[in-house]
């Protein structure tokens, strides 16, 4: 069956960097975009970057652009979120999105505090 499954996510202090996986398996996933989404305690789940099947075309949310970067490797059937300069506000269960029927991985926890 379609399946994603993040890691990757812990505590991390403001300014540092964690980098998530998003391993997906039961479809061609070199066919298909992935987006990273997250959401915050009592916030609505947001859209955070989104990468294109070959991995050409790369979109973010204004709030991280320039801090975070999606990839993928298609050989891995595997897609990153490198997250660099971390900020509190960006604390949130981190999730990824692909595949037929748009399934959703089970999230993966990032908590940026002191």
């Known amino acids: 069956q379609v399946q994603l499954v993040e890691s990757g996510g812990g505590l991390v202090q403001p300014g540092g960097s964690l980098k998530l996986s998003c391993a997906a398996s039961?479809?061609?996933?070199?066919?298909?975009?992935v987006s990273w989404y997250r959401q915050a305690p009592g916030k609505e789940r947001e859209l955070v970057a989104s990468?294109?099947?070959?991995?050409?075309?790369?979109t973010y949310a204004d709030s991280v652009k320039g801090r975070f970067t999606i990839s993928r490797s298609n050989a891995k059937n595997t897609v990153y979120l490198q997250m660099n300069s971390l900020k509190p506000e960006d604390t949130a269960v981190y999730y990824c999105r692909a595949g037929p029927g748009l399934v959703w991985g089970q999230g993966t926890q990032v908590t940026v505090s002191s």
């Open positions: 990468i294109s099947s070959s991995g050409g075309t790369t």
């Open positions: 039961g479809f061609a996933f070199s066919t298909y975009g």
